[in-house]
Every structure is written in structure tokens, then in C-alpha cells.
């Protein structure tokens, strides 16, 4: 290119192409922008008319570029979201003009859906980031990389704009295999593990509805590679023979998948306490404990998981970020009336 990438107006960016360019009209604004807008971005703006060559309109992302080509952006003001902002509580860990990191509580929507319109993350985010939101696909929102469920608790990172959207949903689905993404968890489940620190590697699909799952075979028609790398961290109510009544664990996940955890850790034998979906079986294992410890349990009505490590590369600095959240008080009570019970 002859020129950089530039801002022209508040609204508007121009670019002259190389005696190299080539290619899709898409393909190669996309590559221009420096990944500040994702490709489906820069094809919609396309559609919708808003990029010239040479001073004519083109509404075809397939257009071949040619070099010398002249470019106009004509980029419009990102609209209002649909879901409104909510001025909710939010526990920021931290914040800048690309991302923000926070500890979701439990009882916390992560985005709006059926039977959950309003009271999400997204609405307080909206709320909270304000003008500092500059736009997701043209929509001012926060940008969801990755989620909890509602009653899981922990660490997340959100993105502002589109580039960092785009790094931190590629780093996601990356997995952490070629970069410093990591995420941690601390589970508390029924028993102890045979083995005090291993790795589950069993497929993930649908259990026959919409939200929840269960482990399949490999050639199932919607399995997906779901791996957990777990570690005993605290045993209760240890008996002579080394088994135990229940356990913290550690969780690693190496891919993230919906329940992945809960379902895992069930597969094995040691369902979370608290899990209504898959450690309902286990809710009379409460009676074998103290009172005092049995009240704590048979009272805690949510799956004992949380967030409590993230580790991610910036997607503007390149800096490795770690954060760590300690666990929410009712699952210290919870794992403090296990010690007491020991």
C-alpha cells in the first residue's frame, strides 16, 4: 500500500492499495484494518453501501481489488443495543478503553434470552461502560467472548470494541494451545476422585433438551472434543481407606463446553454438590454429615463452582493479564462447614 490506513474524518477512513494488492474487496480491507473490524463486519458495511472505489459505490464483497484502487469508508455511528443498559452492581477487577474484567456473582445472567430479558451482565455492562463501548458489529454492546452459567460464579473478561472482541474470541477458540489463555476453576463435589489429579477426556452433546448435556460416543452425530484437567486440592470427611465424603477440586479446562465441568465431574462419579441437574441423586449423601455441616449443604441450591483464575493476552498491548477472584462467601461457608465436619 501507498499510504496507510488512516482516519479521514470522524466517520470516515480512506485507503490507496499497493502495486501488490489483490484479491476479495473484503478479504482485503479486512487485512488493511489490521483486524480492527472482523471480515463479516467489513462485508456487512460493504452491503450496505457504505465503501467506494475510485469514488463509486460497490455493494459486492467479492470485488476484485486492483492496485492504485482508491478506497472510501463511510462508517456509520454504531446504533443503540436492543437490551438496555441496568444500573446493576458489577464487581470490576479491571478496566480500559478495550476490555473489562469482573467477577460475575451467581444468580447472574451472562446475556439476555428467553425467561431473562433484563437483569443480565450485558444490560449492566451497558449500563456501566457507557459511551466507552464503541461498537460490536455496529451495535453498541459489549463484546461476550466467553460465558458462565447463571449460577456459576468467577472471573470474565468482556470486550469494547471489535478488535479485541475478535483477539479474545480467537484466543478462546484457540484453547490456550498457542498462547497464555487459561482458565481455572474451584469445584466442590461429592467423594474424592480414585485418582488425586487426572485428566477427563469423554465428548460432550445435548441430553435430549435444549440446555442440558451428557457425555456421548465419539462417532455421535453431535459430539464435541471436551477435555478437564482436574487436581484434588482438599479432601473432608476422609475415611482409613482413602475415599472421602466430598472434596475441592481444581479444574483446568482445556476446551469449554456448555456444563462441561458439572457433566465431567458426574461422568466420574463426583457430581458438584449443589448441581440440580447432575448431582441430584446425591442429596441424601447430606445426611451422613454433623448437623451442623448437614444444614450448610442441604441449603445450598446452586452448583458449588467458580472462576477463580483467567489468564488472556491483552489484544491491544500484547501483555499477559491474570486475574484470580477469591470464592464468593456462600461456597467459603460451604467448604468452611466441610473443614468443620472433618
Known sequence: MNDPFKQAAANRKVLTAGEDA??????????????????????????????????????EPKKKVQPGDHFEIDLPEPEDP???????????????????VLCKPAGLVVHPGAGNWTGTLVNALIHHCGNSLSGIGGVKRPGIVHRLDKETSGVMVVAKNDAAHRHLSDQFADHGRTGPLERAYRAVVWGRP????????????????????????????????????????????EKPDGTSLASTVECHLETGRTHQIRVHMAHIGHPLIGDPEY???FRTKANLLPEAAKSVVSQFHRQALHAFMLQFEHPSTGETMHFEAPMPEDMAALVEALRGAT
Open 22 to 59: 489483490a484479491g476479495r474487496l473484503d478479504s482485503f480491507l479486512t487485512e488493511a484494518l489490521s483486524g480492527e473490524f472482523s471480515r463479516n463486519r467489513i462485508k456487512s458495511l460493504i452491503e450496505q453501501g457504505a465503501v467506494s472505489i475510485n469514488g463509486k459505490l460497490v455493494t
Open 82 to 100: 436492543e437490551p438496555k443498559g441496568e444500573d446493576i452492581p458489577l464487581d470490576v477487577l479491571y478496566e480500559d478503553d478495550h476490555l473489562i
Open 194 to 237: 480414585r485418582q488425586l489429579k487426572g485428566t477427563i477426556d469423554a465428548p460432550l452433546g445435548r441430553a435430549g433438551d435444549r440446555t442440558k448435556r451428557a457425555v456421548k460416543r465419539e462417532d455421535s452425530d453431535d459430539a464435541r472434543e471436551a477435555i478437564t484437567h482436574y487436581e484434588v486440592v482438599e479432601r473432608y470427611l
Open 279 to 281: 448431582g441430584a441423586a
